[in-house]
């Protein structure tokens, strides 16, 4: 089995087909109902609105999370620089990478059944990890019908 290298180059998501089956692509109809709910009177509206949401759909951020967790140790401000550079936004950075001590968690749920080890930035500037003794037995299993992961690899 080839182990897998990810480049300096390649990017840290990966596109997701959401028009599969079993797949909600969250469609967020909210803009229909906003644009005919304006009380403004007709001269302050725009002549023309887009209709694009500002919702990013149909991305996997994996890779950004296994990237994250082999620089633990390292330099916080190297590691966020090489991340923000092959990434198109650096929210989901920070799904992971507490910046601040009451932000910390031992385990941290991405979506609804992706668990990852929580991630902070030490006093002196490092990547590191909350807990660094937890497993995948740490992981509470809440359902039987969806697989639960960590890191992963299933529970």
């Known amino acids: 089995m080839r182990a897998h290298h990810i480049s300096s180059t390649q990017k840290l998501y990966r596109s997701v087909n959401t028009t599969t ?3 909600s692509n969250n469609p967020g109809a909210q803009y229909r109902w906003k644009r005919n709910a304006k009380k403004l009177s007709h001269e302050l509206l725009p002549q023309r609105e887009s209709m694009h949401g500002k919702q ?8 950004l999370f296994h990237f994250l967790l082999k620089q633990t140790g390292l330099p916080w401000d190297k590691v966020f620089s090489e991340a923000s550079a092959r990434l198109d936004t650096t929210d989901p950075v920070f ?19 992706s668990f990852y080890p929580g991630l902070f930035v030490d006093e002196n500037g490092l990547l590191q ?5 937890i497993t995948g037995k740490d992981v509470e ?7 639960h992961t ?3 690899v299933p529970v």
Request: net charge positive; aromatic share 6%.
């Open 95 to 113: 799904w992971l990478v507490a910046l601040h001590e009451h932000q910390r968690r031992d385990l941290v749920c991405i979506g609804e059944s």
């Open 21 to 23: 089956r079993h797949r």
């Open 56 to 63: 990013s759909r149909g991305r996997d951020y994996t890779p």
């Open 129 to 133: 990890q909350v807990d660094p003794a």
């Open 150 to 152: 960590f890191i992963g």
């Open 141 to 147: 299993v809440t359902c039987r019908c969806c697989t």
